[in-house]
């Protein structure tokens, strides 16, 4: 059974660039009718899309962060990252990585534990 | 960028009660629709995709309707496990919105 992993720091001081990783395992990042996705939470908010990327590695990003964002993809280690720069108090959230399936029109039916990133000096 | 109104925002309800959550898109989306159930703690777990088919191992209790702008999410008789916020999501050329969120509480 697929299984969807995040990694990364868990504290990232204001201005700098919040790093982390969806480990995938159980299936193939490239298996057809499948993309992948990054979504936050912010403390006591509801569900915020972040971007999306395909195992080719297209992407597609939030409007109101795409200026601050990237996603990229490694096929070698079945994974996907997400960075994120110029981070602020406002990016503090649970991070979750998903997987879109497209034979569901779009929803996210597999998804990671989350992991909490708090933005403070 | 597509809209999407969920409510009530807060429902108060008592188990065995039948429960209807509306998602309403400020644009077409034909069934492009999903719901999801989120615990406190927890990621969000899918229920419903297609505006109304029902994800593996979800209870038959669940259901989705709808289709361009306006859908809804019914339990018909709600348990006790069933008490957590639920989300509608859209998709659309490659952008995915979230509603507010609907917490369903013990009356």
């Known amino acids: 059974q697929l299984q969807l992993q995040e990694s990364g720091s868990g504290l990232v001081k204001p201005s700098q660039t919040l790093s982390l990783t969806c480990a995938v395992s159980g299936g193939s990042i490239s298996s057809g009718g499948y993309s992948w996705s990054w979504i936050r939470q912010p403390p006591g908010k509801g569900l915020e899309w972040i971007g999306y990327i395909y195992h080719s590695g297209s992407t597609y990003y939030n409007p109101s962060l795409k200026s601050r964002v990237t996603i990229s993809v490694d096929r070698s280690k079945n994974q996907f990252s997400l960075k994120l720069s110029s981070v602020t108090a406002a990016d503090t959230a649970v991070y979750y990585c998903?997987?879109?399936?497209?034979?569901?029109?779009?929803?996210?039916?597999?998804w990671g534990q989350g992991t909490m990133v708090t933005v403070s000096s | 960028d597509i809209q999407m109104t969920q409510s009530p925002s807060t429902l108060s309800a008592s188990v065995g009660d039948r429960v209807t959550i509306t998602c309403r898109a400020s644009q077409s989306i034909s069934s492009w629709l999903a719901w999801y159930q989120q615990k406190p703690g927890k990621a969000p777990k899918l229920l419903i995709y297609?505006?109304?088919s029902l994800e593996s191992g979800v209870p038959s209790r669940f259901s989705g309707s709808g289709s361009g702008t306006e859908f809804t999410l019914t339990i018909s008789s709600l348990q006790p496990d069933d008490f957590a916020t639920y989300y509608c999501?859209?998709?659309?050329?490659?952008?995915?919105?979230f509603g507010q969120g609907t917490k369903v509480e013990i009356k």
């Open positions: 297609k505006a109304s």
């Open positions: 999501q859209q998709y659309n050329s490659y952008l995915w919105t």
């Open positions: 998903a997987r879109v399936n497209w034979n569901y029109r779009g929803a996210f039916d597999i």
